[in-house]
């Protein structure tokens, strides 16, 4: 039996999984419209197990606390004809549906995610999410990260690691180590968690890493009254890559602290600001703002012949993944140092629209690059806000822009006279 404490609409309640099935006995399951949960191999509604499981009505909580709570007790939960969480060792759905895009970033139940470590490594020492050097690896990294929830990597050598604990590379593979290990292993994540989460009575870990370490982490935690969901158990390294590619995207909440960030001018800094940190912090994907001076918005004014505002005039991202699934390369480091501030404005699609309008201004045939370097570093400051998760940025953008509305974007904004401008004098001033 699992039983479980919790407030819910402002009463205390103490409900086990006896509990629901007893008090569900004498009713029959209403129309499901979205989420369900399996008791006994009969899909109910959640809200209305738990109503019926608590007597309270329908309208005095949450869905989301309803498939919280029902899958503390071990019930599977789900939406639609997909299953959202499911404690270890319950039928999952077929590889098809599992790599469906419909998925969840995280099942809406769990607590902590845990990630596996992979066997490509940093030479030298690092924070444990740095060390890890695989796609694979990042990808379950920007995975975690997304979640929002609490989250730690799972160390063949180790045990559990905290995300920013600095470790030394070491060589170590749970599947190529005997059962004894691996049974002391998980009992020692287990002694772990309870000293990094507290007691694991009802606590649900979503887990992503090889079957050996699910198994090992499993069966040492599933006495002490926890549960395990493992979202891609059964799939390949190919399905899983797939898995993380086809996540939601940002939630509204995520847009706008974006948002916030990047229009705050006093986060803004200088070039050479940026230049002196030689990458530091910046050598991963992410977004940013440019900001113009008084002097630097006068020049784009007598350019454009529109007006043009001192502050924040545009905005982009670097690093994102493409279209076609394929990573990107790319940083903000990378976007700034070497596009923005390079010497050929066909990299940079900024570069290029302040080029074109100060040859106007200036009544130059050509854009001169060594001179728009000068002005950029003269007239031109920079917001960066690293972002984990690649594979949102595309969608993070395209919301922050539709908020934001800088005035020397082209792409996914309205079509302004002013923008009608830049464009023909970017056609203008193309080699």
Avoid at 180 to 206: H, N, S
Wanted: net charge positive; glycine share 8%; with cysteine.
């Amino acid at each position: 039996m699992v039983a479980i404490s919790f407030t819910l609409a402002g009463q205390q309640f103490e409900l086990s999984d006896v509990d629901v099935r007893t008090r569900l006995a004498n009713h029959h399951p209403d129309q499901i419209y979205q989420y369900w949960v399996d008791i006994d191999g009969t899909r109910w509604p959640v809200k209305q197990a738990l109503a019926l499981a608590t007597g309270l009505a329908n309208s005095e909580f949450q869905s989301q606390s309803a498939q919280r709570l029902l899958a503390k007790l071990g019930f599977t939960i789900g939406k639609g004809s997909d299953v959202v969480a499911a404690p270890a060792g319950k039928a999952r759905p077929s590889r098809k549906r599992a790599t469906s895009p419909d998925r969840f970033p995280a099942p809406a139940a769990a607590d902590v995610v845990l990630v596996g470590c992979v066997k490509s490594k940093r030479a030298s020492g690092a924070p444990a999410k740095d060390l890890y050097t695989s796609n694979y690896f990042a990808k379950m990294r920007a995975y975690a990260e997304g979640t929002g929830k609490p989250w730690y990597i799972l160390s063949a050598e180790h045990g559990l690691v905290a995300p920013d604990e600095w470790l030394e590379p070491y060589n170590c593979y749970l599947a190529k180590t005997g059962p004894a290990y691996q049974a002391d292993w998980g009992q020692k994540v287990a002694r772990q968690l309870v000293q990094a989460v507290g007691p694991l009575q009802g606590r649900i870990f979503d887990i992503h890493a090889g079957a050996t370490y699910v198994k090992a982490v499993d069966s040492a935690v599933s006495p002490k009254g926890a549960v395990i969901i493992d979202q891609l158990k059964g799939m390949s390294i190919g399905q899983r890559l797939s898995w993380y590619l086809h996540q939601p995207t940002p939630s509204a909440d995520d847009a706008a602290q974006m948002v916030a960030q990047l229009s705050d001018s006093s986060r803004a800094r200088t070039f050479d600001d940026v230049l002196k940190t030689a990458g530091k912090g910046l050598n991963s994907p992410g977004m940013y703002s440019w900001w113009v001076d008084d002097a630097g918005a006068g020049d784009l004014c007598a350019g454009l012949e529109h007006e043009i505002a001192p502050g924040l005039i545009y905005a982009g991202l670097a690093g994102a993944t493409r279209k076609s699934g394929a990573t990107s390369s790319n940083t903000l480091r990378g976007r700034i140092t070497t596009m923005h501030l390079g010497k050929n404005n066909e990299f940079s699609t900024l570069r290029r629209s302040i080029g074109s309008v100060l040859a106007h201004a200036y009544g130059q045939p050509t854009i001169d690059e060594a001179r728009l370097t000068l002005w950029m570093h003269a007239h031109l400051r920079i917001v960066l806000i690293p972002v984990a998760n690649p594979h949102t940025l595309d969608d993070l953008e395209s919301d922050i822009l539709r908020e934001l509305d800088p005035p020397l974007n082209l792409a996914k904004v309205p079509g302004t006279p002013l923008r009608q401008r830049l464009s023909a004098l970017r056609k203008q001033y193309a080699r």
